[in-house]
């Protein structure tokens, strides 16, 4: 029964969100008749082309839609590595013991033929599951279970590409088709009009080392008209066993110098308090699961989401009165890794996301011994 309330208050959730979201038009709303046919488009998959299977190529177009219409969902399956390598079990039996996917595969998608792409991903943590380290992931907007899936309404008024690029260093073949997801669809709608106070869907993915006690993380610097409906961010210690969880997220909405939302608390900005949980939550807004030495959590802001005019920056940092935290987070053994994914709508052209880092550079920095011991560094502070 507990079970059932919570799913329905997800559905009644998102009900909530897509309404007001297209109050104006009526797409995405399921009680309105007036949006056209839905088509779903298939890719990866030894059924299509070979020009969509990473067999040929190792950077994909799995969608190219024309508009006006609205993308309803995405789904990629997990690629033959990720279920198992164990030859005496049956497929259906290996699930989720291979190799993760990792943050080669990135999600790219274009609006109306812009040359900037509005989402740009490594795939994995578009979906929640930074670096691919987790593989189960259930929320209100995103699943993960030997497949990936999202329900983010994504109109646009000329046309939609979608992509997943492989940028590593296998070449296109049967081995990379292992490797990368093997069946992707993405299902749309088409619309009769664009509405004119739509805003069009972005998703943008960063990853920092610093120490928190001398700058602030950057998660989004975004200009134009629009709203933020979520992200998902990780955080975790170079050197040590400990985190910090009392640093703020601060939104500082169109050019103000304070923050007219501010999070006092990392946890706290994803619903939990004290630190978080010991074991990993899955809610439909809000969630949390360990990730390396650190934690990893995710929180969608559907009916309370951060609506902006001109711009929006987005920062975590300690607050102005946390002097000690600062100071302690200002020694090197303090470093600590920071990534995250922030989804938003905006108005079009938007300001170009930064771009991603190579591959070797994405991937998590594991805890290692420090090297730096010195007078004002040592591992007892």
């Known amino acids: 029964m507990k079970r059932f309330t919570l799913y329905l208050s997800a559905f009644i959730t998102i009900g909530l969100f897509t309404r007001s979201l297209w109050a104006q038009s009526g797409p995405s709303d399921p009680a309105d008749l007036t949006s056209g046919p839905t088509t779903a488009i298939n890719a990866l998959w030894i059924e299509n082309p070979l020009d969509v299977q990473f067999r040929s190529t190792n950077r994909i177009v799995v969608a190219s839609i024309q508009g006006p219409a609205e993308i309803t969902m995405i789904h990629f399956a997990f690629a033959r590595a990720q279920l198992g390598q164990d030859s005496n079990k049956p497929l259906s039996q290996q699930i989720g013991n291979g190799k993760p996917l990792g943050r080669d595969a990135v999600l790219r998608i274009y609006w109306d033929g812009e040359t900037n792409p509005s989402v740009e991903c490594p795939l994995v943590d578009f979906f929640c599951d930074p670096a691919g380290a987790e593989q189960a992931i259930n929320n209100a907007m995103i699943t993960v279970s030997r497949g990936f899936n999202a329900w983010f309404p994504m109109p ?91 640093e703020n997220e ?125 007078a004002n560094d040592s591992p007892s502070q």
């Open 250 to 374: 601060k939104f500082y909405i169109d050019g103000e110098t304070n923050a007219s939302v501010e999070f006092q608390g990392l946890e706290d900005s994803f619903g939990f308090s004290w630190g978080f949980p010991t074991n990993s939550s899955f809610f439909p807004l809000t969630g949390y699961f360990p990730f390396m030495n650190g934690a990893a959590a995710y929180r969608f802001f559907l009916s309370d989401s951060v609506h902006f005019e001109k711009s929006l920056k987005i920062r975590i940092g300690f607050g102005a009165k946390e002097n000690g935290w600062r100071r302690n987070y200002s020694k090197p053994i303090k470093a600590v890794q920071i990534s995250s994914t922030v989804y938003w709508y905006q108005t079009e052209p938007h300001t170009p996301l930064p771009p991603l880092p190579a591959v070797d550079e994405r991937m998590p920095v594991a805890k290692s011994a420090f090297r730096g011991v010195g």
């Open 156 to 246: 646009f008024r000329k046309s939609a590409r979608v992509e997943l690029d492989y940028e590593g260093t296998m070449p296109p073949g049967p081995r990379l088709q292992q490797m990368m997801p093997c069946y992707s669809y993405v299902c749309y709608r088409t619309l009769r009009k664009f509405p004119k106070k739509t805003g069009y869907f972005h998703a943008s993915w960063r990853q920092e080392t610093l120490l928190l006690g001398t700058r602030e993380y950057d998660a989004l610097d975004a200009t134009g008209r629009g709203r933020f409906i979520g992200w998902n961010v990780t955080v975790h210690s170079l050197y040590r066993d400990d985190y910090p969880v009392d």
